[in-house]
């Protein structure tokens, strides 16, 4: 199996199902999808059904424990993370990811581009610096091996990208292409939070 999708959901009805379908109807088949409902008190997990999928229905309180369940649970060469309220660009994400790999000679991480909100991003940002985030790239399983998330309610994204870049001899391409649309900031997200419940700008 190429890739494993992991998909932390947790109270987001309205966007799930959107997340859900992205992976579905990518026109790449060598796949499996893994969406844990993490703690969810409204309609999430019918909406994870009503999409296609049966979730893995857990109670472990964050983000990062919901990806670790998945990843626990995972068995593709390859680990795309993607957050229940952001969804894929187009049907052909998988396609382009694995002939990118193919061309990169399957290397442990491939970083790819995204939108933030109507932004589009490279794989770095204005700064120069790479983005802090897990979901715009693809990694190999067994890279990962036994790195995990933390138990922090945000910041996760950073520490498990710190923990892998500091790995030695991990093998790396860049591709600027968009791959991901990441709702920023979504109202009632932890970003939103942290922004002081308002908007901003990319």
């Given at each position: 199996?190429?890739?494993s999708v992991v998909i932390p959901a947790h109270d987001i009805e309205q966007y799930v ?34 999409a296609g999928v049966e979730p893995l229905v857990a109670h472990v309180g964050s983000a ?74 693809a990694w190999k399983r067994a890279a990962i091996g036994s790195t995990r998330f933390n ?52």
């Amino acid at each position: 199996m190429r890739f494993s999708v992991v998909i932390p959901a947790h109270d987001i009805e309205q966007y799930v199902f959107q997340a859900v379908r992205s992976v579905l109807d990518q026109t790449f088949s060598d796949y499996e999808i893994l969406v844990v409902a993490d703690s969810c008190t409204d309609g999430t997990v019918s909406e994870i059904r009503r999409a296609g999928v049966e979730p893995l229905v857990a109670h472990v309180g964050s983000a990062g424990r919901a990806r670790n369940v998945g990843l626990d649970c995972a068995r593709g060469e390859y680990v795309l993370f993607l957050d229940g309220d952001d969804y894929f660009i187009h049907e052909r994400v998988f396609e382009t990811i694995d002939r990118c790999l193919k061309d990169a000679g399957d290397v442990d991480i491939l970083h790819f581009g995204f939108m933030m909100g109507r932004n589009p991003c490279g794989v770095h940002s204005n700064g120069g610096n790479m983005w802090p985030n897990i979901w715009s790239r693809a990694w190999k399983r067994a890279a990962i091996g036994s790195t995990r998330f933390n138990d922090l309610r945000s910041g996760q994204d950073l520490y498990f990208c710190q923990d892998m870049f500091a790995k030695p001899s991990l093998t790396s391409a860049e591709r600027d292409i968009l791959l991901v649309q990441y709702r920023y900031p979504r109202e009632g997200s932890l970003t939103w939070e942290r922004l002081g419940g308002r908007g901003a700008t990319a």
